[in-house]
């Protein structure tokens, strides 16, 4: 498994959240995962790993090697790319601490899909060779790339897509530096629109292609939701999957989860209700049971759709409510926010920047959960919200239409779902949401009916092992699929 974030070793978003969960479920499956990251700054010591392989210097980035090491908290094996000069630094995993990309992304990732490759062939002294090399994300996308031009036995590839819209662009005369030849610089190949892309080489070479909800396999192959790829991934059709992300019930259950000081469950929900008073004191909100409370977590970018919920803001205020955000993103939305803040100081607050232990309490703290994303591959907090009893705002998109019922359309309906992208229709939701939340006996059945759904991992865990064994049964060598050109010799990696 090769991906750019691993919960909790470095997460900037729901991709770390699921490679770490996938791998977990998987190893409880019986399968023998190995896990690899960067040794991003911090994460040799957070995973205990010990140095397993000097790799030399595999593209010219400078001395690579490779360290073993355990996932905290899950029981999986991890294997860190370290090559300090790459990796050890300050800021998250993509952007340096002013919050600007790394200039050297594309070596930085290219080295992780080289070494993905590299281990991942027969012949390395490892003792252990995959049948399936499974990438993540642009980040992760040369690795089937790596692998196709090979020209020797090599596993199959799965690439997951966790969002079309990061296609990790590069200027196009990349190949030589990042050692791939010049003929993958195609239309067939690695060229997206005059650029290198990573995504498009993870989505024209892997072997599979999945993404994290059926409904957002469907969007990305229209015009609307391709990105300009759903030409490319109508015309690899057969191979795309789109398997539901679970979450992580060993991270995010009420009745665990040690970020809370009273915990509860479906049975008992004083839990909740001294949740949401404690959430109200530490963000400094006004100490009232009946204000319905809306909460919000996540990146504060265009996707997520923030700026809905604020130009609902005065109909929330209206009926009694009070709002808390979680987030960090584009300066203008984050302004947005703070303004709203400080203009109702005890009805909304904004918390900015990154805090996993607060986002747990807001989950719980709140009364009802805002995901008006405009799109989502899958959205991992509507389904934490559903798990502690909050309810689901969302928009009909991807895997939020996937997970949340509407519950005036449904008589099994778990949230509140809107069509269009805009204030108004948000605001008709939250509409919805606030005269259900009047209703005591509606809302505990609401409430009920979101925290009986079973969001767990065993589901796509075992969707991902048919793909895995579909794909090892068929052993389908990539080249001679219709659209792939021949393959040619490459020079052997290190
Ligand atoms: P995406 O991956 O597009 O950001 P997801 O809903 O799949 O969206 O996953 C987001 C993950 O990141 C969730 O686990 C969410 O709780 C977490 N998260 C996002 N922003 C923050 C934040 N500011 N503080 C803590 N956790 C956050
Ligand atoms: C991406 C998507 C999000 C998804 C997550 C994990 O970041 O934006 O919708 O839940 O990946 O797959």
């Not at 009926?319 to 955000?325: D, I």
Request: charged share 20%; proline share 7%.
């Amino acid at each position: 498994m090769v991906a750019s974030e691993a919960f909790p070793l470095a997460k900037t978003g729901g991709l770390a959240d699921v490679t770490s969960a996938l791998c977990g479920a998987l190893c409880k499956r019986g399968h023998d995962v190995r896990l690899m990251l960067p040794a991003y700054r911090g994460v040799r010591d957070a995973a205990r790993a010990v140095p397993m392989l000097e790799l030399g210097d595999p593209l010219g980035v400078g001395t690579t090697r490779l360290l073993k090491g355990r996932l905290p908290g899950y029981d999986v094996e991890v294997w860190l790319v370290d090559n300090p000069g790459l990796y050890d630094r300050p800021g998250d995993p993509y952007l340096d601490p002013a919050g600007h990309d790394w200039p050297d992304n594309h070596l930085r990732f290219a080295l992780l899909d080289r070494v993905a490759a590299i281990v991942s062939i027969a012949g390395v002294p490892l003792g252990w060779q995959p049948q399936i090399v499974h990438a993540h994300d642009w980040q992760a996308g040369l690795v089937p790339a790596y692998l196709h031009w090979w020209g020797g036995r090599r596993p199959s590839t799965v690439f997951t897509i966790h969002n079309l819209h990061f296609a990790g662009r590069f200027a196009p005369d990349l190949c030589s530096r990042v050692a791939l030849p010049p003929a993958a610089f195609s239309m067939h190949g690695v060229e997206l629109y005059g650029s290198f892309s990573y995504l498009k080489a993870g989505l024209y070479y892997g072997d599979r292609l999945t993404t994290v909800s059926p409904q957002y396999a469907k969007e990305i192959q229209t015009p609307l939701g391709g990105e300009g790829l759903h030409g490319l991934l109508q015309s690899r059709n057969v191979d795309l999957t789109g398997i539901l992300n679970g979450i992580d019930t060993q991270q995010w259950s009420p009745a665990t989860d040690p970020h809370l000081a009273t915990r509860y469950d479906a049975r008992s929900l004083q839990g909740k209700a001294a949740a949401k008073r404690a959430l109200q004191e530490e963000l400094g909100l006004a100490p009232d049971a009946s204000a319905p409370l809306l909460g919000s977590v996540g990146r504060l970018t265009w996707q997520k759709g923030i700026d809905l919920v604020l130009e609902a803001l005065p109909l929330l205020l209206e009926r009694g409510g009070q709002l808390a955000v979680l987030g960090s993103g584009e300066p203008g939305l984050e302004s947005a926010i703070r303004y709203a803040a400080a203009s109702h100081p005890g009805r909304v607050v904004f918390r900015h920047g990154y805090d996993e232990p607060l986002s747990h309490r807001i989950v719980a703290g709140s009364d009802l959960f805002a995901v008006p994303s405009r799109f989502e591959p899958c959205g991992l907090t509507q389904m934490y919200a559903m798990t502690y009893g909050t309810v689901p705002i969302v928009r009909h998109t991807g895997g939020l239409a996937d997970t949340v019922s509407d519950a005036t359309s449904a008589t099994d309906g778990v949230g509140f779902v809107f069509a269009h992208p805009t204030g108004t229709a948000f605001g008709a939701a939250l509409e919805r949401a606030l005269d259900a939340f009047a209703d005591p006996s509606l809302w505990r059945e609401l409430v009920h009916r979101g925290m009986q759904r079973d969001f767990g991992w065993s589901r796509s865990a075992i969707a991902y092992e048919s793909l895995y064994e579909a794909l090892v049964q068929s052993r389908e060598p990539q080249e001679q699929r219709p659209g792939h050109e021949q393959k040619q010799a490459h020079p052997t990696p290190a």
